[in-house]
């Protein structure tokens, strides 16, 4: 089986910009979570999405949002961009089953500058 | 305080040593996972654990869920052992597997 997916792997924004990422999970996983990593915070939660529904949020502000599509891909979309949106956004796939405990299989990453 | 931590934060090891990172954890979990990040970014998922011990090749884990500690070992360690290792817990307050709270992470690094 194909591993996860992300596009685009590196993208460069200025200050007040928009930027979509999209993840494709493993086939046949219905879960896609995703997560921000910075030098000074590590690696943080951002939502969670299941069967086209958002399952989780983490305490991200409003400008970070996302959505699922009926094939499990997933987007996450920033708006409004500040510097301190340059991150490695990751997203990771699992079945879905939600209380079992389950393996995440994690993307390369999108890594965003912001300037 | 942060949910997940880990010790230590930076490692530097001789080629063979035998190698231990401690993770502690002050939620309810339902699984801890052990995660390795090379340069670049990618992670790789390592072991999850819900009880007891597991191995794989010269990496062993084991979690205490009692006292909410878990530790990675790695044996007989080698050059390309060298990554940032990360532990991580799901299922915390009775919730979804996909939302993880994560450690600050270990850098190992492993000199010939």
């Known amino acids: 089986k194909a591993g996860v997916t992300q596009t685009p792997r590196y993208l460069i924004k200025t200050r007040g910009q928009q930027v979509t990422l999209s993840c494709s999970p493993i086939s046949g996983h219905r879960s896609v979570s995703w997560y921000q990593q910075t030098p000074g915070q590590g690696l943080q939660f951002l939502f969670e999405y299941f069967s086209e529904t958002q399952r989780n949020k983490g305490n991200f502000p409003g400008r970070f949002s996302g959505r699922q599509f009926s094939n499990s891909r997933s987007e996450m979309n920033v708006s409004t961009l500040e510097l301190g949106d340059s991150a490695l956004y990751l997203c990771a796939s699992s079945v879905g089953q939600s209380k079992r405990p389950e393996t995440q299989y994690f993307g390369p990453g999108t890594r965003l500058l912001v300037l | 305080k942060n949910e997940v931590e880990q010790s230590p934060q930076n490692l530097t090891a001789q080629e063979g040593e035998f190698i231990t990172i401690n993770c502690s954890y002050s939620v309810g979990i339902s699984a801890l996972h052990w995660l390795q990040q090379h340069p670049g970014g990618g992670i790789v998922s390592l072991f999850m654990?819900?009880?007891g011990k597991k191995k794989h090749g010269r990496l062993i884990a084991t979690i205490n869920i009692q006292e909410k500690h878990s530790s990675l070992h790695i044996t007989a360690s080698h050059p390309r052992d060298s990554a940032v290792y990360i532990c991580?817990?799901?299922?915390?307050?009775?919730?979804?597997?996909?939302?993880?709270?994560f450690g600050k992470g270990t850098k190992l690094s492993v000199k010939p």
């Open positions: 654990l819900s009880s």
């Open positions: 991580a817990v799901g299922g915390h307050y009775g919730g979804s597997q996909g939302n993880l709270i």
